[in-house]
Each structure stands twice: as structure tokens, then as C-alpha cells.
């Protein structure tokens, strides 16, 4: 592992949060959502100004109700149509693919980071970050978790309070901690 703490995180290496330049990164991301979370209600769902260009992308019609909070904003790459209501987070230390015309209910969690097994990794900062990709027209239910290396197949669907710990096939519906298919009669 050579190179900053940034290049390993975006390698999906083990690096150190306690990084000051990581650190910095998450205070212009605090900023930006502060302002996001902050706008006027005729302004709600609409992506704040400092936000919209501290994301990787979002395409026409992307939205995000406030409040919203996010690591660093530049992993984060929504699609045409993407809706997140009121109270998501995305912990983006890696990359956050979500598709076309997804929606994300209330207060979803997405989780990329995952803290070392061992004490003194987590007291010294180590981290390992997980892509996740959420596929197009896919529904994720309120309060659901998805943890990092996931992928959810295009037309999914995640039912409400679901801990996604594993990929989800295309046009499958998942339930429960963690999350499994339904089963269809």
C-alpha cells in the first residue's frame, strides 16, 4: 500500500480516515449539505448549489429531499430520475452507481465503508471501501441498509427496513435482516 489515504480508499485498499486531507474532503461535503438541507421549502427535492457539482454526476430530474447527508459527495453518481427521499445517507468512500429512475425511500442508509475486524485497526482509522450499484428502476424501501460491494439488479425491489448484505438479481424483491428473496406461490 503505497500512496495517499485517498489513493488507497479509491483503490479499495485499507486506509486511514484519520487522514487530514480525507478530513478536509468531508468538511467541503458537510458544507455542501448543510446548504442542501437548508434551502427554502419551494426549493425542496431540488439539488442545492453546492452540491449538485460535488457529486460525481446527476443526470436530469435527479432529486434529493433534505435533509440529506453524504461522506464525500464525489463517489455519488445518480442517474436520469433518481429520487431520495427525506433523510437518506450514502457514506460513499467508494463509488454509489444508482441508476435511471430509481427511487430510495425515507431515511435509506447506504454503507461503503467497512471498519477492520481487529481493535487496533479501527483505533488506528482502517477502513476498506465497497462499491455499490443500485440498477435501473429499481424501488429501495424506507430504512433499508445497503452495505458495501452490493449490487441491485435493475428492477429490484428492497422492502422497507431490508439490510441488504449481498447482490440482489434483476426483477427480484427482497425483505428482511438480512435481506432475502420473497418467494413467490
Not at 471498519?115 to 462499491?131: F, S
Not at 428502476?137 to 430504512?143: L, V, Y
Amino acid at each position: 500500500m503505497t500512496g495517499s489515504e485517498r489513493t488507497k480508499m479509491a483503490a479499495g485498499e485499507w486506509y486511514s480516515c484519520l487522514d487530514p486531507e480525507l478530513e478536509a474532503l468531508r468538511v467541503v461535503a458537510r458544507d455542501a449539505v448543510f446548504e442542501h438541507n437548508s434551502l427554502p421549502p419551494r426549493q425542496r427535492g431540488e439539488i442545492g448549489p453546492r452540491l449538485k457539482p460535488l457529486l460525481g454526476g446527476a443526470g436530469d430530474g435527479a432529486r434529493i429531499e433534505a435533509p440529506f447527508h453524504c461522506a464525500y459527495g464525489f463517489n455519488i453518481f445518480l442517474g436520469d430520475g433518481v429520487f431520495l427521499n427525506a433523510g437518506c445517507i450514502i457514506l460513499d468512500t467508494a463509488i454509489v452507481r444508482i441508476g435511471k429512475r430509481v427511487l430510495l425511500g425515507p431515511n435509506v442508509q447506504i454503507y461503503c465503508a467497512e471498519h477492520h475486524k481487529e481493535a487496533a485497526g479501527r483505533q488506528a482509522g482502517l477502513e476498506i471501501a465497497k462499491p455499490v450499484e443500485i440498477g435501473d428502476s429499481a424501488w429501495i424501501g424506507g430504512t433499508a441498509i445497503i452495505l458495501g460491494g452490493v449490487t441491485i439488479g435493475k428492477g429490484a425491489i428492497v422492502g422497507a427496513g431490508a439490510v441488504v448484505t449481498r447482490d440482489v438479481p434483476a426483477n427480484t424483491t427482497v425483505v428482511g435482516n438480512p435481506a432475502r428473496p420473497v418467494k413467490r406461490g
